[in-house]
């Protein structure tokens, strides 16, 4: 076993300390504020972190995060502190749990040691989740405090089974206060840890409901490259509506192969002058896998009929994967997918070379959602392991 100085043992500590764990390197953004490319519009910032009974469940990733939610989230917490460049900001933070909340630092100038050291204190996950409770304290905690202010909310947001736990009507009448109280100098930032769907309908409830504010997966802001986007979009106050912020998808017709009514369609959407993507039936492929299976190229031949019979046809193949697994490794796996369709295509002689895209959206846009995505055979990861075949029309 390697042997370490005593030098190299306090470095070390002060790293994870520092930095929420080894391994993360946080972005420096130091330049870019002296540059004038990120200017500072956030004042105050106050963190919310949720340690109740559900924080003690897994993180539910595989092969990303086996920690607990408390342990993801104040890694996240960390990092996110880590990240901030060297700067003035008046910071608070705040715990809460079964019927309590307390102020566990600031608000004050941030300190960023100091700040890390009162995240590392949050342990003792216990009782229900008092959300509204936390945001009227934190309503208060920002009274008088100049200029603009933004309120992170660190949670699963989700209720524990059997318990009157997190009282989503609650939650929303204090987020509307809130509201009222600040409006356009407060933006709010939901950082769900866990996978629950009630959870993730909350966390945007929440920042849909306030002039301006963003919710994002921890898992999402492991990379310094992701969490360094984050504090930008903290630290600049960009947090417009979070409903213009989710473009509407494109309208879908979707068709089988056998449908007569294929080419009235098409010539409908050209006629409106709109972009319409008509969708075949998806290609699914078995886990971590990108061959196609027999099921798969039974659907593509299906599907060959129609492009031999619209010869001016443009194909796109999206990829797409289940959520177990690395945001960077299910990319590659989808375009890896995509690119199995293709090459099945072109060697069928169906279609050249210049009328097929393929894109890999990964594991975003599932076409069912996963709660448990260690659960790597159920029905929505199943779902989520396709290829969707579509026809294009500007």
């Known amino acids: 076993m390697r042997r370490l100085g005593y030098g190299s043992i306090f470095l070390l500590m ?21 540059s004038g490319n990120l200017v500072q519009k956030a004042d105050n910032v106050v963190v919310i972190f949720d340690k109740s009974a559900s924080m003690g469940e897994l993180q539910g990733k595989p092969a990303v995060n086996e920690t607990t939610r408390l342990t993801h989230g104040k890694n996240t917490a960390k990092n996110m502190i880590a990240t901030i460049p060297e700067i003035k900001l ?22 960023k040691e100091e700040y890390a ?15 509204a409770k936390a945001i009227e304290a934190a309503d208060n905690d920002l009274k008088g405090a100049p200029g603009n ?31 009222a109280d600040y409006g356009d100098r407060l933006c709010v930032y939901a950082i769900q840890v866990g996978y629950t769907r009630n959870g993730k309908e909350l966390s945007e409830k929440i920042v849909q409901n306030v002039a301006g504010g963003y919710t994002v997966n921890a898992d999402k802001l492991v990379n310094p490259a992701a969490m360094g986007a984050f504090v930008e979009k903290v630290l600049a106050g960009k947090c417009e509506r979070y ?6 998808a494109p309208e879908k017709i979707v068709i089988l192969p056998e449908d007569e009514a294929v080419m009235e369609k098409v010539v409908a959407a ?125």
């Open 117 to 131: 050291a009162a995240i590392d204190s949050i342990e003792n996950v216990y009782g229900r989740t008092p959300m």
């Open 14 to 34: 002060f790293s994870v300390l520092f930095a929420g764990c080894a391994s993360f390197k946080p972005v420096d953004l130091n330049p870019q504020i002296r």
């Open 270 to 394: 050209v006629a409106e002058k709109k972009v319409i993507i008509l969708a075949f039936e998806d290609v699914h492929f078995d886990f971590d896998k990108s061959t196609l299976t027999p099921a798969a190229k039974a659907i593509l031949k299906r599907d060959i009929q129609v492009l031999k019979d619209n010869p001016k046809a443009k194909v796109r193949l999206a990829g797409y994967t289940s959520a177990s697994g690395t945001d960077a490794y299910n990319q590659s796996l989808s375009e890896r997918r995509a690119k199995a369709v293709q090459d099945y295509l072109i060697s069928e002689g169906v279609i050249t070379p210049d009328r097929l895209t393929t894109i890999g959206y990964g594991e975003t846009d599932p076409a069912m959602y996963e709660a448990a995505p260690k659960e790597i055979y159920s029905k929505a990861a199943k779902a989520n392991m396709r290829c969707l075949f579509e026809i294009v029309v500007e």
């Open 243 to 248: 409903r213009e912020l989710v473009a509407a």
């Open 149 to 179: 202010s933004a309120l992170i909310i660190v949670s699963d947001f989700s209720e524990k089974q059997g318990i009157d736990d997190i009282r989503p009507s609650e939650v929303m009448n204090a987020i509307t206060i809130l509201n």
């Open 90 to 111: 008046n910071a608070g933070l705040r715990k809460f749990w079964a019927e309590e909340t307390v102020m566990i630092y600031g608000m004050k100038p941030l300190a």
